[in-house]
């Protein structure tokens, strides 16, 4: 659900397989690609695809409406791009940039948390493309907030078969088991995934924790920042990681007063803005943390 540089899940060794799948993708790019420098390329190879629709002879949208379609895509304005493509014949190519629009609109509605928004935009995105479907943990983080607990147990764990070694796709289906109906604690604990290739700081010691077998002060440590007096980026998105894990497992042993005390710390205190640290942001504001 996370790495260091954009907050995508998965580990540094797999994470282009993760996100990378056949139906997915535009000539081999991903459609889940969160950070800046992917958005562009996303943006750019889009219009190299679509400007060949032309030479195709495609006439699923006149010149003018793909002109507005394009210079909306480029602009960002997601919710423009949706409604210009309403109706859009399927297998035209312009499917797949209305596909691109509402995942990306999905994910700015899960930012501002608007989550049942999010689900409804993510959920047109898989009747697109439903082969995806074990790709898009987001919807199982969205999933959590909404309290849909059971569809998130599910999501996650159609995830884990894409995506074997990541401690947080274990987590969050620990943190839906639990709420689950019927769901308790010892149950999760007794089920949580097995990962043993994850090897992002603190992810080994976040694991051993909901497991039972580690503690609070394990995560920490593993978190801890050098003593030179200097936060470097990578040290702050350390402590976002272990105080936003530390923060749901808190909510999942029902200490709720703990649980705010850490969210603060990865929401504000070591604010970061990748997906994960988002992820905190949107945690903190519908848990009523300032």
Request: glycine fraction near 6%.
């Amino acid at each position: 659900m996370s790495i260091a540089t954009d907050g995508r899940l998965g580990s540094d060794s797999n994470r282009e397989q993760i996100l990378i799948s056949e139906t997915g993708a535009l000539y081999e790019l991903p459609f889940f690609v969160l950070s800046l420098d992917m958005k562009r390329s996303l943006t750019i190879l889009l219009i190299a695809i679509l400007s060949s629709c032309s030479a195709a002879k495609d006439d699923s949208l006149k010149e003018e409406e793909a002109k507005k379609v394009m210079d909306a895509y480029q602009a960002e304005k997601f919710s423009q791009v949706i409604e210009l493509t309403k109706g859009i014949e399927k297998g035209s190519p312009w499917e797949r940039v209305r596909a691109a629009s509402l995942q990306q609109r999905g994910i700015e509605r899960f930012f501002v948390a608007d989550i049942e928004g999010s689900i409804a935009d993510f959920d047109s995105f898989l009747a697109i493309f439903p082969q995806e479907d074990p790709h898009h943990w987001q919807r199982g983080l969205a999933y959590y907030y909404a309290e849909e607990y059971e569809k998130g147990k599910a999501q996650f764990e159609r995830h884990q078969t894409v995506n074997t070694q990541d401690v947080e796709n274990a987590v969050w289906h620990f943190l839906c088991a639990v709420r689950a109906p019927g769901g308790d604690v010892k149950a999760a604990q007794k089920n949580l995934i097995p990962i043993e290739g994850d090897s992002r700081v603190p992810m080994a010691e976040v694991h051993d924790l909901f497991a039972g077998r580690g503690t609070v002060e394990d995560v920490m440590a593993a978190a801890k920042p050098n003593n030179d007096n200097t936060l470097s980026e990578q040290e702050k998105n350390h402590l976002c990681y272990a105080h936003l894990y530390l923060a749901l497992y808190f909510e999942a042993m029902g200490d709720d007063e703990k649980m705010k005390e850490h969210i603060r710390k990865a929401a504000v205190d070591y604010k970061m803005d990748h997906y994960m640290g988002k992820c905190a942001q949107v945690h903190a504001k519908l848990r009523g943390v300032e």
